[in-house]
């Protein structure tokens, strides 16, 4: 099964795309996909948007792993990161890849068996998981793969998404006027 981690941003989105194995998971890809300061929100949303169809056409994931919103004191960059969120979900939705959502304390006790574990325990068990000699950089990038592997390592998910993929039928998604 192929996963795709999204570590969402305005400015800064990271993916990763792991191959789930029965006993290892392999990294295929990651990146991120910048957006320019001083655009147009709007420029910047079918940016993100027109790159993330072109990574799922690509890679052609099976499910995603997305962070959800957590913000606390900078409401503004809390708003710039869900307009990115919206957008990277409605593209997932309609090319039908089952959506697993995950704060980051829920990534953090997946991977360490720590709620509160800090960014070098988490760093260092997608390293041991993946085999990796060092850290894929940027950082929204080894984020997304820490979302993918907390996919891979959720039993349930498992189950809910091969349940899904069996009876995957083709939607269309189109945009509804309003009077």
């Known amino acids: 099964m192929r996963l795709i981690g999204i570590d969402p941003g305005l400015a800064t989105t990271g993916y990763a795309i792991l191959d789930m194995g029965n006993r290892r998971h392999t990294l295929v890809s ?53 307009h990115a969120r919206g957008v990277l979900i409605w ?27 800090d960014k070098w325990a988490i760093q260092k068990m997608v390293l041991m998981e993946l085999q990796l000699k060092q850290m894929p950089k940027p950082d929204d990038a080894a984020d997304a793969i820490s979302l993918a592997l907390t996919l891979a390592r959720n039993p349930l998910q498992k189950q809910q998404d091969s349940a899904m993929l069996k009876n995957k039928t083709p939607q269309t998604v189109s945009p509804q006027k309003q009077r």
């Open 30 to 82: 990651c990146g991120v996909i910048r957006t320019p300061a001083h655009t147009p929100l709007g420029a910047r949303l079918d940016e993100i948007q027109a790159d993330m169809h072109m990574l799922l056409k690509e890679f052609k994931p099976d499910a995603a792993a997305i962070e959800e919103l957590f913000f606390s004191k900078n409401v503004s960059t809390g708003i710039q990161v869900a």
């Open 91 to 117: 593209a997932l939705h309609a090319n039908n890849i089952p959506i697993t959502e995950f704060t980051p304390s829920e990534m953090k006790k997946a991977l360490t068996g720590d709620g509160t574990a």
